[in-house]
């Protein structure tokens, strides 16, 4: 049965699916969790922080639009420290995203190593000691 992980990075969470063999990916510690809500919690906590940042960037907007069209020299003049915010915001929406991104692909990678390591120790005797006598069956009809 596969175990979920979750690697801490600084503040930010990437979700791991692994097989539960323990030992991290790239000498990251994980930390076991049970079950697979672990990862649909971290996948909705950083979508409920975009979502914020997201709801954030739409208030900044309004502000500087109207800021805009009173055409107020302390509004304009607040209208650059506003889009500077904006920026910011953006950009954390983009790190996020790739953080995102790129935690469901190792997960996704994790999960499939997972099933191949499985279903090779799996292999049952009968199975194994069928493909050596396949395997001298074939050497020897090739000499």
């Given at each position: 049965?596969?175990?979920?992980?979750?690697?801490?990075?600084?503040?930010?969470?990437?979700?791991?699916?692994?097989?539960?063999?323990?030992?991290?990916?790239?000498?990251?510690?994980?930390?076991?969790?049970?079950?697979?809500?672990?990862?649909?919690?971290?996948l909705q906590r950083n979508f409920?922080?975009?979502?914020?940042?997201?709801?954030?960037?739409?208030?900044?907007?309004?502000?500087?639009?109207?800021?805009?069209?009173?055409?107020?020299?302390?509004?304009?003049?607040?209208?650059?420290?506003?889009?500077?915010?904006?920026?910011?915001?953006?950009?954390?929406?983009?790190?996020?995203?790739?953080?995102?991104?790129?935690?469901?692909?190792?997960?996704?990678t994790a999960a499939a190593s997972?099933?191949?390591?499985?279903?090779?120790?799996?292999?049952?005797?009968?199975?194994?000691?069928?493909?050596?006598?396949?395997?001298?069956?074939?050497?020897?009809?090739?000499?």
């Amino acid at each position: 049965m596969e175990e979920d992980s979750v690697i801490s990075n600084g503040g930010r969470e990437e979700v791991v699916v692994a097989n539960g063999s323990g030992g991290g990916v790239g000498g990251t510690a994980r930390s076991s969790g049970g079950g697979g809500g672990k990862v649909v919690q971290v996948l909705q906590r950083n979508f409920g922080e975009v979502q914020g940042i997201l709801e954030q960037n739409r208030v900044l907007i309004q502000e500087i639009s109207q800021n805009h069209e009173a055409r107020d020299a302390d509004g304009l003049t607040r209208n650059v420290a506003l889009i500077r915010e904006l920026n910011t915001n953006i950009a954390r929406v983009v790190d996020l995203y790739a953080n995102l991104s790129g935690s469901f692909s190792r997960s996704v990678t994790a999960a499939a190593s997972a099933n191949n390591t499985n279903a090779t120790n799996s292999t049952s005797p009968s199975a194994a000691a069928a493909a050596k006598a396949s395997k001298r069956s074939r050497a020897t009809d090739t000499e």
